[in-house]
């Protein structure tokens, strides 16, 4: 059975947030997939400092006071990918964030496939207990058949008639998304069969939420599927929707990522149907001042682990490329090919391939910290070597090439030479030397990978001689920075 979370909110106006004609006038706000960017950060786009959690605290604040003002009640919802992407998250594994939300006032989250990224027993019992919020998602089981988290919340304005159903839902790309040990024993049902039986115990007055971590494309379907869904918050896909689009009657609401915007979707409902509605996504750019509250949990936080992550480590005079454009397409960069590089050094291997997805971000010119690196690499993933046919690695990096841009199973390669014609992949040489479909080749990949993680199941099944060396990926390109010191690119050149 799955469980419900019912929370009855208190008002001082027993008829706050609806009009004389029954109509409730609710103001949802929303952030997605910010990955442990809590503090302002600078982007290629934006010359000053945008995002983080002070700012889209400020604008909580802000929106909240309005909506008092003009009669209406607020939500503020959150749709997964607290984990992976700063040192925040490497260092503090989910509880800064958790903290924050906390003092943000969150309504409900959902889980992210990224939450599990540092083992669910640190989601369970590191995470989850200082929540003063619900966790919610109905489509993760156990093995022994027992709902991990509560599947719905409810919620029932005082004054309103109108009952609130908030249905939280996770991808299933979970067991791919993350490595595989970390969701061990779990089951992710599908999401769409999922919703349909949770939507048998709602009535024609509810109003329903589906609260998603499942990508703007699932979403469409969800909606397709399940016209009884009202409004759908979403995540996963990191799309800014700058405008909510329409499925038939359904409203899909996403707010980018990296905590660049705070969503917001204002709804009028009436006998459980949407009769106004408007959404934008409200930039946390340098206008938006910092709240003091929130900056100065942050500002707590930074001094215990600057010591170590502003420790310069080396120097750069290359851009080394690491944005999710360019690592997640059919083009190597210098970045992509320093890390394989380091990952078939340090075991002898022909060649390597690095999932796009397990860099989060690029080194720019100048001092490297301890921090960069971890901001590259935030996963604790570690090197694993193995044996594979030609023929083998052809397929792999045919499956890489049929991906869609901007899929975290783009490869980065290095010591292999090969060309795409036609979409089909063509190898020339690997480790310098002409390919032969019948050659065996040595390959160093990531523990990830290696597991069959972004579907690469033939790597799992068909890897021979599979070694697992423990060597931290973060460690090896520490290590690559500081015996060099300077990154130059004669340095990058010599590795091609």
Do not use: W
């Amino acid at each position: 059975m799955l469980s419900i979370v019912s929370l009855v909110l208190a008002s001082l106006c027993p008829v706050f947030g609806q009009d004389s004609s029954g109509v409730l006038k609710l103001t949802i706000l929303h952030i997605n997939d910010p990955h442990a960017h809590y503090v302002p950060y600078q982007d290629r786009e934006a010359p000053a400092l945008i995002g983080g959690f002070a700012k889209a605290s400020t604008v909580l604040e802000e929106v909240r006071a309005k909506s008092r003002a003009e009669g209406r009640e607020t939500l503020f919802l959150f749709a997964g990918d607290l984990l992976t992407g700063t040192p925040y998250s490497m260092v503090f594994r989910g509880t800064l964030g958790v903290t924050l939300l906390n003092a943000m006032k969150l309504d409900a989250m959902t889980v992210g496939n990224h939450e599990f990224d540092y083992g669910r027993e640190n989601l369970l019992t590191n995470m989850k207990p200082l929540m003063k919020f619900p966790l919610l998602s109905a489509n993760i089981r156990t093995s022994d058949d027992k709902s991990l988290f509560d599947g719905v919340l409810e919620k029932k304005f005082p004054g309103s008639p109108t009952r609130i159903m908030i249905l939280g839902l996770t991808t299933q790309e979970t067991p791919i998304t993350t490595h595989p040990k970390n969701v061990k024993g779990l089951a992710f049902d599908d999401p769409i069969v999922t919703a349909k039986n949770l939507l048998k115990g709602a009535s024609d007055t509810d109003l329903v939420i589906a609260l998603t971590h499942l990508g703007v494309e699932q979403d469409k379907k969800l909606a397709e599927a399940c016209p009884r869904i009202n409004a759908i918050i979403g995540g996963h896909s990191h799309t800014a929707l700058s405008k909510p689009i329409k499925v038939n009657d359904t409203v899909i609401a996403q707010a980018g990522a990296y905590a660049r915007y705070l969503g917001k979707l204002d709804l009028d409902v009436k006998d459980g149907k949407i009769v106004r509605y408007s959404g934008e996504l409200i930039p946390l750019d340098a206008k938006v001042k910092e709240d003091p509250q929130i900056a100065a949990i942050i500002d707590t936080h930074r001094q215990q682990m600057n010591s170590s992550l502003e420790k310069v480590i080396g120097k750069t005079e290359v851009f080394l490329e690491g944005s999710r454009f360019f690592v997640r397409s059919d083009r190597n960069t210098d970045l992509g090919r320093l890390i394989g590089y380091t990952l078939a050094q340090s075991e002898g291997a022909d060649a390597a391939i690095m999932n796009g997805g397990g860099i989060r971000d690029s080194i720019k010119q100048g001092d490297i910290t301890l921090g960069d690196v971890y901001t590259v690499l935030p996963f604790s993933g570690t090197v694993v070597s193995m044996k594979l046919t030609g023929e083998e690695l052809a397929s792999v990096l045919q499956k890489s090439a049929e991906l869609p841009d901007g899929s975290g199973g783009k490869l980065q390669t290095y010591g292999i030479d090969y060309a795409l014609e036609n979409g089909k992949v063509r190898i020339l040489t690997v480790g310098g030397k002409t390919y032969e479909p019948g050659q065996t080749y040595s390959l160093a990949t990531n523990d990830f990978l290696a597991a069959g993680g972004d579907g690469y199941s033939i790597l799992k099944n068909n890897g021979k001689n599979c070694y697992s060396s423990g060597k931290l990926i973060a460690d090896l390109l520490l290590g690559f920075i500081t015996e060099k010191q300077v990154i130059t690119q004669q340095v990058l050149d010599d590795i091609k």
